[in-house]
């Protein structure tokens, strides 16, 4: 069995260039790649189209590479909590194609699964179809939406094995799964990495085979963007 394990997050992201297009997985703060993110940060690769949900919050996640100037476009579902993220939008300094977030999914697994084109009802008839290919389907209208693919795809899991295989935990599951099976190179960073063989092969999420590069992530923060309490 091919042994996926690199030693650390600078070997796992050799190869990433200026002008790529990248996949981070993750909702809002949950299960993002923040080992990979904060290497993205250390070699300053810029000019960069960025595919993900959203881009978290101002000062952590993406939104860090967005403070850089890193990032050219976003491919996301929302702007969310992030108003650098807003500024650069409204301003024009950043070029951003915002998706219904079930079309934002299924484009990316439609990029996984080699499927290049799909018609959904999502967005017919708003700003989101001007320009795209509509047709009709038992008296239904829909847009012809393309897939999403990267140069390199880098998700977050909680457990996996030297030959790449991940499970996910609880809401960290989110765009994950989809994005590891969409990009050229598939980047893994897990809290725990085990040998091969170790998982129950019922629990995996993500198969090794769309996994290229695994490694253990090391000083996880897990911020929570809207932490609300109950008073006693």
Not at 24 to 31: H, Q
Not at 140 to 167: H, R
Request: net charge negative; glycine share 12%.
């Amino acid at each position: 069995m091919i042994n996926k394990t690199v030693k650390n997050v600078q070997e796992a992201l050799q190869g990433v260039q200026d002008g790529m297009t990248l996949m981070l997985g993750g909702f809002g703060l949950c299960g993002i790649p923040e080992n990979c993110i904060q290497e993205l940060l250390r070699i300053g690769v810029k000019d960069l189209t960025c595919i993900s949900n959203n881009a978290g919050v101002d000062d952590f996640g993406i939104g860090l590479l967005l403070q850089k100037r890193q990032v050219k476009k976003m491919i996301a579902s929302y702007v969310g909590e992030n108003a650098e993220f807003e500024r650069q939008l409204l301003s024009g300094e950043l070029e951003v194609e915002l998706n219904p977030q079930g079309t934002l999914a299924e484009r990316i697994r439609a990029g996984g699964a080699g499927i290049p084109a799909f018609f959904t009802p999502a967005g017919y008839g708003t700003e989101v179809g001007e320009g795209k290919e509509s047709r009709e389907f038992n008296g239904k209208m829909y847009l012809m939406e393309t897939w999403l693919k990267a140069d390199f795809a880098f998700v977050k899991a909680w457990k996996g094995d030297t030959a790449g295989n991940l499970i996910y935990k609880g809401t960290a599951r989110n765009f994950n799964p989809m994005m590891a099976t969409a990009g050229k190179i598939t980047v893994a960073e897990v809290e725990e990495l085990v040998p091969a063989g170790e998982l129950d092969p019922n629990m995996i999420h993500t198969p090794g085979i769309f996994v290229q590069r695994i490694f253990q992530g090391e000083k996880y923060e897990k911020r929570i963007e809207q932490r609300t309490v109950r008073q006693a």
